[in-house]
């Protein structure tokens, strides 16, 4: 429980830094033009790539987090064995061949590839590091999430070969490894040194870290393995890069219009600043409102029609421009993070319509009348409801946030916001069980990841928050699972996630629209994720 909880604190949270990319920003990193069109700097070699970040990376192990900005630094230093590209394909980094079978993929490593100390990466260091993943011991929060449990491996290092073996067919079992990255013996065989120090085979080299301040990078002029065999040669590539830690964002934001800080995350208002000068981006797109109702035994959203009362109390569409600014933020899913590997919208026609007086009728109907004061009530008990949202996600969602408040005050519900940091939602949802409901972001890359956390065993014994108990989810997910064919586990994925909107169990309301802003430089997104060797200055 405890590795899952932590998964999805961290998850809630990066929903408003930079975890998922929308189809906008395409793979490659926009390129700022003067008014002829042509490039606002010629390339600029030798130099500092100067990335803002919000939050510091703490620990960078990158075995022991799914904290986004820690894999975005993680992304510098470390690779992985294969490279999904924007469309959907996959391309070579580590590995330069793969055969996929429904549960068993054989990786060909390049074997020229060498750790940043100048040993070579081995078969049985590839092997170590998914075992260390999968063993329950370690407590990694990539387990279950990139790399299925029951997961085992074989390595031949002779052959240069790792086959790794899923306990059942999985369609996405490829898409994983995309995120899992690669540490070298000698990080392997001292995890603590992990925390302060890189020991990968990536294209930078931590050369100095000055916690909540700033970490500086060096080039490893060797490195020709990047995605589809990228070098770090040609014009533009720096010799370092410097990561800067600038919690404010409107000094980020004045830091990338000066020019003093070549590419950065930025949300809301200071975003619409930088939209305003013009300056490049690469759109980014995760959830933010996704609504989940607490159905736990005695809590109000344990009855079906109140669920489907008070989401017809709401006006969505109000709801996503307060809390996003635009009229393109709503929801179409629970994943939105591209490339997506199953397509279509399940929320249109699967929720009930915004309609006040239906709501009040529906809540009539279900035995909670309004007492004198306009709150409602049934066998004694006032219709409570404590909403709980992300402190993280700035004053328009708490805006919003107070929008639903209204609403339901207007539906005869009692009604008390919480704004909850990370720490304080993991011991909100899985250990005190003190809410009702809320927006709770989970960003993930594919839909299977979201199975723990809406079935299975219930919070504080499981990584089930809200309690939900959906029979067509949990069946039409476990076929999902159990299927190696990409099309057929989306039809059935698609199923499943429809029915948990359709019984008002997980609503995705709108997401968060930001973007990765460059100035005096270029770099590649895709998925959501840094790619570390696509870093150029001045172009």
């Known amino acids: 429980m405890h590795r899952s909880a932590k998964t999805l604190a961290i998850a809630a949270a990066t929903a408003t830094l930079l975890a998922a990319c929308s189809g906008g920003g395409g793979d490659s990193g926009g390129t700022g033009t003067d008014d002829a069109g042509q490039p606002s700097a010629p390339p600029v070699d030798d130099g500092s790539f100067v990335l803002g970040v919000g939050n510091d990376p703490g620990n960078l192990d990158p075995s022991m987090t799914v904290l986004s900005v820690t894999r975005t630094v993680s992304r510098l230093s470390y690779d992985t064995l294969v490279h999904q590209r924007q469309d959907g394909s996959f391309v070579s980094q580590l590995a330069t061949d793969w055969q ?16 940043s100390d100048g040993s070579p990466l081995t078969a049985t260091d590839v092997k170590d590091n998914l075992d260390y993943i999968t063993d329950p011991e370690n407590q990694s929060p990539l387990l279950g999430v990139f790399v299925p449990a029951g997961l085992t491996t074989e390595a031949d290092d002779e052959a240069g070969t790792v086959t790794v073996t899923a306990p059942e067919p999985n369609a996405f079992l490829l898409n994983g490894f995309t995120n899992v990255f690669i540490l070298c013996r000698s990080g392997l065989d001292d995890h603590d040194a992990l925390a302060q120090e890189t020991h990968g085979t990536g294209p930078w080299v931590l050369s100095e870290a000055v916690a909540d301040d700033h970490y500086t990078y060096t080039r490893r002029a060797d490195y020709a393995w ?21 919690a404010n964002p409107t000094t980020l934001t004045n830091l990338v219009l000066s020019g003093e800080v070549n590419a950065a995350t930025v949300i809301g208002a200071d975003a619409d600043r930088l939209d305003e000068e013009g300056v490049d981006k690469i759109e980014l797109r995760s959830p933010q409102g996704e609504f989940v109702f607490n159905q736990a035994q005695g809590q109000p959203g344990s009855d079906p029609a109140v669920r489907q009362a008070l989401l017809q109390a709401l006006n969505i569409e109000a709801l996503a421009t307060v809390a996003t600014g635009r009229d393109d933020a709503q929801s179409v899913g629970l994943v939105t993070t591209e490339p997506k590997p199953c397509q279509g919208d399940t929320v249109s026609g699967n929720l009930p319509t915004y309609d006040t007086a239906a709501a009040a009728e529906a809540l009539d109907a279900a035995g909670w009348s309004a007492g004198p004061d306009g709150v409602r009530a049934k066998d004694g008990e006032p219709l409570a409801m404590t909403f709980i949202y992300p ?34 939602l993991n011991e909100v949802l899985f250990a005190t069980g003190d809410w009702d409901a809320g927006w709770v972001p989970i960003t993930v890359s594919l839909p299977s990841q979201l199975v ?6 219930a919070a504080p014994d499981g990584t089930n928050f809200g309690h939900l108990d959906n029979a067509t989810y949990d069946e039409s997910s476990a076929e999902a699972l159990a299927t190696g064919d990409t099309e057929t586990a ?5 199923e499943a996630e429809e029915a948990l909107i359709s019984e008002g169990d997980v609503v995705p ?21 840094l790619d570390g060797s696509s870093l150029r200055l001045g172009q």
């Open 100 to 115: 996929v079978g429904p549960q068993e993929i054989e990786f060909t490593l390049d074997p020229d590839v060498t750790c």
């Open 452 to 457: 723990p956390f809406f079935s299975g065993p």
């Open 490 to 494: 989306c039809e059935l994925w698609n």
């Open 391 to 424: 402190a993280s996600t700035g004053d328009s969602v708490a805006a919003a946030a107070e929008l639903v408040e209204q609403m339901w005050r207007e539906a005869g519900a009692d009604v008390t916001l919480q704004s909850v940091t990370s720490t304080q």
């Open 509 to 529: 309301m709108f997401d968060a629209v930001a973007g990765v802003y460059l100035s005096g430089g270029t770099l590649e997104y895709p998925g959501g994720e």
């Open 226 to 246: 990047g995605p589809d065999g990228t070098s770090l040669e040609g014009e533009g590539v720096p010799e370092e890069v410097v990561v800067r830690v600038i």
